[in-house]
């Protein structure tokens, strides 16, 4: 029985992974990828297979989530499956993992930056100091959850930050940007008004976070609903109780407004 090795890329470029990384993707008889979860902001597929010097097959969610090309390539010999960021931070990949592992083929994780860690990093917040992670959907006809919303509530009620993650439509080439999901963040405060939002609060927004062309910004929901943060892909934290350290992180990196300093 082969070996199946998860991979995970960081956030930028292909030179930003780890040097065991690069050396187990040039190891491996095949390499399978995808791009649904996220996406290395600063390279291309023809670039990331240039820095590694293999053909890299990527998969769309469908046949990642019930294809079996993957498997079938760990029963044969030593197969490879990338990501970008860290491989298990998807419940998707979490499956596949487990698929193997009950087929008898044995799983190795190679990890990547996150941006779990970087976000925080990026803005200078404590990493502990965060609560469950959100994802903001795309509105659907018919399909409006309160769920993200409700839950960053939860997270503020116990001083947490929240991250917030922003949907991707990687087929469609859809990115959600800061300024959409913070639009949904004030329609929901509009329908459900749990007090999350108001014009005292202060939002973070991230573009590109690990990469050169990284952008911060922090302020009132006004402010980030019309901020242009250029392109893919971004991010929001809805911060908690902020230490002074905290605070002043986001008025010296972010351009936050002084008066947190004093809250």
């Not at 820095?51 to 498997?71: H, P, Q």
């Not at 659907?140 to 917030?164: C, D, F, K, Q, W």
């Amino acid at each position: 029985m082969g070996q199946l090795i998860f991979v995970g890329l960081g956030l930028s470029r292909p030179q930003d992974m780890s040097v065991r990384a690069l050396q187990v993707l040039r190891e491996c008889d095949e390499v399978f990828a995808e791009f649904y979860t996220s996406r290395l902001i600063d390279a291309t597929e023809e670039e990331l297979e240039g820095f590694i010097g293999r053909k890299v097959t990527v998969l769309r969610r469908s046949e990642v989530e019930e294809g079996d090309a993957i498997i079938k390539a760990a029963r044969r010999g030593k197969a490879a499956f990338m990501v970008a960021g860290d491989p298990m931070s998807a419940t998707t990949h979490v499956d596949l993992r487990l698929r193997a592992v009950e087929e008898g083929i044995d799983t190795e994780l190679v990890h990547g930056v996150s941006i779990f860690t970087a976000a925080a990093a990026a803005f200078g917040l404590q990493p502990y100091k965060f609560g469950r992670a959100v994802t903001i959907p795309f509105p659907e006809p018919g399909y409006l959850p309160s769920s993200p919303y409700e839950n960053i509530l939860e997270n503020r009620s116990r001083g947490l930050h929240t991250l917030v993650l922003l949907d991707i439509r990687e087929e469609e080439g859809r990115y959600m940007t800061a300024a959409e999901a913070v639009r949904w963040l004030m329609d929901a405060e509009s329908r459900l008004g749990g007090g999350l939002l108001d014009e005292e609060a202060v939002l973070c927004a991230g573009a590109r976070i690990g990469s050169a062309q990284q952008r911060l910004l922090a302020g009132p929901p006004s402010l980030l609903a019309a901020a242009d943060m250029g392109p893919p892909l971004h991010c929001l934290i809805v911060p908690g109780r902020l230490h002074f350290m905290e605070a002043r992180a986001l008025v010296r990196l972010a351009s936050a407004p002084e008066r947190i300093l004093q809250d």
